[in-house]
């Protein structure tokens, strides 16, 4: 395979491969690179116009990586101390973090507000130093989040240059602006040099590689309480009841992919009905769309009804049969003491699935008499991708007109109604279970993506174990990171958009906190805990999230440091103190799942705005009244705050 011609700064010769249909024998970085020379304006001696007042000095300053006995380790949470000059990066700096370069511009929020000061890019995140700063001046939450802490070039999902007619030449048009978009809905406007804007910013905000993050700095120390390996299967379902060891036990765990030679994106321990044996497993593996075969996620510890997942079948268009694959749905039912019926869960649209048996696909045969099939009609990645973008473009594009019928607009970009979608299949399966005793299969078409949805959303109803903050990473260990969401793909820390990026786990996360915020005392964290997970997914800055399968995250393991260890870390700041344990001995030892009416759920659907929306429009003007400081007592934590008010209330009451 011929590779790129381009030689590098540091002198060696790049070493990818060449872009499909290239001309210049180029990989798709140095060609991306290369067209940006080639729009971007000649450099001369008249500045660019700028749309404020203020002065700006158009300059870019490369900066030397500082020694490693500079870098001391600042805390976890590095907090952030404004200063005069606003000079002293490394107060600031994370353990790890070097500068990478400084350019001079303005930070525009609006066509009345902006601010002159330095773009700060490092190999995390970009950060904005304005040129003089005032204590007593309050910025608007954009410019103020982007002095602290700023936000994560892995974050950066585009960089678009908006073009305006010169007023030399009215054909001519050339950048005025960069917009850096970035994947948590927020965006920033620069102006100033655009040429160097564009270069930099290309440069060092999209990287080649996944090493490149900044998980992978050198001095970004891994984790050092196995946050990587936290959870564990054979525990797990000894918490539901399920003894393997015992003769009598219906199901068993096989290691027949223990070198990722059955399927390269499931676990290496797979669990599957007792019954079966190897050669039953790898036949059916070969009948499931990459090889992503019927596996148990859930044992029901009161009727014995279990949750299963997998991929596709391969009928064709020919509606091809696998012997294999219908006696393991007969194992699967099995399984079951009470009830031997099988419930298909697919979450396709019927038409769709129907569809994929012209490329291979398909679904179960109506003639399976064990077994029924239901279809949930959640759309596939590219709808949830330009719902999510219309959403963002609600937040970019404010009007007058859509703050008047907001709640239409909201509908309109049609996110809050794939949300319903997914969490009335999550319910559904959960009553299923819980309530009939049925057994439930849930597939899509590969398995890693609307499938990882339901079975993890349908635990966390059916178990309050899963409800913990412990239990929720679990969840999220066993049905997203080791049975192979592709993160790398869907994500993208560090790359820029692609027709494969797909916002599934944030869909997920939103679910989660539609049921946290109607029913708060049932989960023991808090929406600030899956704001943090959200943010880290895209921040590059953790190695939990990277890679498209267990057997990629396994390699980044002792390289990068966990997100399940820094949230431990802070457990207290994540824990909500209204959540109320279940106690199974004071409920006749039921299961206590979370089952509420199913469209009371839906009606209350609403948008996240912690997470789309925590920087709003504007800020207050005026600086709120200042109080003594002893005449009131500030809660450090959220219990504390908690007991303040409780006491508070017992004042009155007397």
């Known amino acids: 395979m011929a590779t790129c011609s381009t030689v590098m700064r540091n002198g060696v010769r790049c070493t990818s491969p060449v872009a499909a249909g290239s001309t210049a024998s180029m990989c798709e970085h140095h060609e991306r690179m ?20 203020f002065p700006l000095t158009s300059a870019t300053t490369l900066v030397h990586p500082p020694p490693a006995a500079s870098l001391a380790a600042s805390g976890p949470l590095p907090v952030y101390v404004p200063t005069e000059s606003f000079s002293d990066f490394l107060k600031v700096s994370f353990p790890g973090e070097v500068k990478a370069a400084s350019l001079n511009c303005v930070l525009e929020v609006s066509p009345r507000e902006a601010l002159s000061g330095t773009l700060i890019v490092t190999n995390y995140r970009l950060r904005f130093e304005p040129a003089a700063h005032k204590h007593d001046r309050i910025y608007h939450p954009t410019i103020q989040e982007a002095i602290t802490p700023g936000l994560p070039t892995a ?5 678009s240059y908006p073009q305006v007619a010169t007023s030399f030449d009215k ?51 891994a984790s050092s309480d196995h946050g990587h390996h936290l959870y564990n299967l054979h525990q797990d379902f000894e918490d539901m009841g399920i003894h393997f060891c015992l003769p009598d036990c219906l199901f068993r765990i096989t290691d027949l992919n223990r070198a990722y030679g059955l399927c390269p994106t499931s676990p290496p321990l797979l669990v599957v009905p007792a019954r079966m044996t190897d050669a039953q497993v790898s036949a059916v593996a070969a009948f499931r769309s990459k090889a992503r075969m019927p596996i148990c996620c859930y044992v029901h510890s009161a009727n014995t009804a279990s949750l299963w997942r997998c991929a596709q ?32 869960v697919d979450c396709r649209p019927e038409l769709n699935a129907r569809a994929n048996n012209l490329t291979g696909g398909g679904t179960e045969s109506s003639s399976i008499r064990h077994a029924t099939v239901s279809f949930m009609n959640i759309a596939n990645i590219h709808a949830m991708r330009e719902s999510f973008e219309a959403m963002r473009q609600l937040f970019l ?38 309530e009939t005793a049925q057994t439930v299969v849930v597939h899509c078409s590969d398995g890693w993506d609307r499938t990882g949805q339901i079975c993890a959303l349908t635990q966390m109803l ?58 708060p005392t049932y989960f023991e964290f808090t929406g600030v805990a899956l704001c943090c997970i959200a943010f880290h997914v895209t921040s590059g800055r953790f190695g939990t999230f990277l890679g498209n399968c267990d057997r990629e995250r396994q390699a980044f393991a002792t390289r990068t440091p966990s997100l399940w260890s820094f949230v431990l870390d802070h457990r207290a700041q994540f824990l909500n103190p209204f959540y109320r344990p279940y106690d199974r001995a004071a409920h006749d030892g039921e299961a206590g799942a979370l089952l509420p009416p199913l469209s009371l759920v839906l009606r209350r659907v609403v948008l996240w705005d912690d997470m789309y929306c925590a920087v709003p429009p504007c800020g207050n003007v005026t600086r709120p009244p200042e109080m003594a400081p002893s005449s009131f007592h500030v809660a450090k934590t959220a219990s504390e705050d908690l007991e303040m008010a409780l006491a508070a209330a017992r004042h009155v009451q007397k």
């Not at 067209?35 to 404020?52: E, N, Q, V």
């Not at 091809?320 to 399984?335: F, K, P, R």
């Not at 239409?408 to 319903?420: F, S």
Request: proline fraction near 5%; charged fraction near 20%; hydrophobic fraction near 40%.
């Open 171 to 221: 054909t001519a048009s050339m950048p005025t602006q960069v917009v850096v978009h970035f994947r948590n809905c927020r965006t920033w406007t620069l102006r100033g040099n655009v040429q160097e804007l564009m270069l930099t910013l290309n440069r060092l905000v999209f990287v080649d590689s996944i090493m490149s993050l900044f998980a992978f700095a050198k001095h970004n120390v």
């Open 397 to 434: 594009y404010p009007s007058a007109d859509a703050d008047l019928h907001w709640h239409a607009r909201v509908e309109d970009t049609k996110w809050l109604y794939h949300v319903r979608l997914v969490l009335s299949a999550s319910i559904q399966s959960a009553q299923a279970i819980h």
């Open 313 to 344: 079948p391969k009928r064709g268009v020919f509606n091809a049969q696998s012997s294999d694959d219908e006696h393991m749905l007969l194992l699967i039912g099995q399984t079951n003491r009470i009830n031997q019926k099988v419930w298909i």
């Open 462 to 519: 059916l178990d309050p174990k899963y409800r913990t903050l412990e239990g929720f990473m679990h969840v999220i260990e066993k049905e997203w990171i080791k049975v192979g969401h592709k993160f790398d793909d869907r994500v993208g820390p560090g790359k820029p958009e692609t027709d494969e990026q797909s916002p599934v786990f944030l869909q997920f996360l939103d679910c989660v906190w539609q049921l946290h915020r109607q029913y």
């Open 34 to 53: 290369a067209r940006l020379m080639a729009m971007a304006p000649k450099k001369t001696t008249t500045p660019p116009t700028s749309a404020t007042a």
């Open 155 to 159: 974050c950066v999902s585009k960089l």
